[in-house]
């Protein structure tokens, strides 16, 4: 359902732009591999992405496709540190 998924985050809600601490976010999808996405979401410290995790994750994914299976152990959360730009 990799282009059904696509289509939903060019049509995201951007309920999440308000959410405190956040500052942007890209959706990209690997060249050698059209069905992973990657979500890189910015925030200016890791407890305000915690605090959206908690309490806004589910209505953040109101418009997620119908039917859509997840490979299980193939969703990742990763955290990086920003060193430069
Ligand atoms: C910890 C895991 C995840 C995080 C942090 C995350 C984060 C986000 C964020 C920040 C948005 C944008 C919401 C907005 O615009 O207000 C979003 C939307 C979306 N996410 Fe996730 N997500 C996660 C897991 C998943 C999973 C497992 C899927 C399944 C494929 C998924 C599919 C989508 C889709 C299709 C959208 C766009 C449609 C919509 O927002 O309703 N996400 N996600």
Redesign the pocket.
Same mark, same amino acid.
């Given at each position: 359902m990799a282009p059904?998924?696509r289509e /939903?985050?060019i049509?995201? =809600?951007? #309920?999440?732009?308000s /959410?405190p601490g956040?500052i942007k #976010?890209n959706v990209m999808v690997p060249q050698d591999n059209p069905n992973e996405?990657w979500?890189l979401?910015y925030w200016s410290d890791e407890g305000s992405?915690q605090v959206?995790?908690k309490n806004?994750?589910k209505e /953040?994914?109101?418009?997620? =496709?119908q039917g859509?299976k997840?490979v299980p152990g193939k969703?990742k959360?990763r955290f990086f540190e920003l060193v430069g730009e």
């Open positions: 059904e998924v /939903a985050f049509n995201r =809600p951007h #309920m999440v732009d /959410a956040f #976010m996405i979500l979401t992405y959206w995790y806004h994750m /953040a994914h109101s418009g997620i =496709p859509l997840l969703t959360v």
